[in-house]
């Protein structure tokens, strides 16, 4: 199901049709999921300016965009980064991403990623690699109100994005 979704509805882009694993960490389709891939775009938090972290408001000065093959978390500190696909969600079905965010019914968009490194050592991250699975689960009907009918404030977001109020 996810297979024909993600080929004639466009429902993941760029979709991969089987798990590949050769030297990097899994993505594509799996059983009942998807593994995604981070892209190359990184958003990391740095405290120069000797901020607070306020999830209302996130300034983009906290923040060093990076773009590459991998990004080397700081210790204690963290990064967001996006997927790689594009996922544009049917409305009669809902997806779990690992961390528990759900990518509503009728949601489409790049999935912003979050990674925390709580180590006292540097973490890195690689692009173009696995980094989450997300698992489908179709609805018998459609809900009455979905993600795109009440305008949610992040569909159709592109790129790394911030938290929204």
């Known amino acids: 199901w996810i297979k024909t979704m993600a080929t004639k509805s466009g429902m993941i882009k760029p979709f991969v049709s089987k798990q590949v694993r050769k030297g990097k960490i899994s993505f594509g389709l799996s059983s009942y999921g998807y593994d ?26 906290s923040f060093v965009t990076k773009i590459g093959k991998e990004c080397i978390i700081p210790p204690n ?8 696909e594009y996922f544009k969600i049917p409305e009669d079905v809902l997806v779990i991403l690992v961390n528990v965010t759900p990518l509503e019914p009728g949601w489409e968009g790049h999935v912003t990623l979050e990674f925390s490194n709580t180590t006292p050592l540097p973490a890195k ?13 179709k609805g018998n009907e459609k809900p009455q109100v979905t993600y795109a009918n009440r305008k949610g404030k992040y569909m159709k977001q592109k790129g790394v ?3 929204k109020v």
């Open 36 to 61: 995604a891939r981070v892209s190359n775009e990184f958003k990391i938090f740095t405290n120069v300016n000797s901020g607070i972290v306020d999830p209302k408001v996130f300034k983009k000065e």
């Open 77 to 84: 500190s963290f990064a967001l980064a996006r997927t790689m």
């Open 125 to 137: 991250i690689y692009a173009n690699e696995g980094v989450a699975q997300f698992v489908f689960i």
């Open 161 to 163: 994005t911030l938290p």
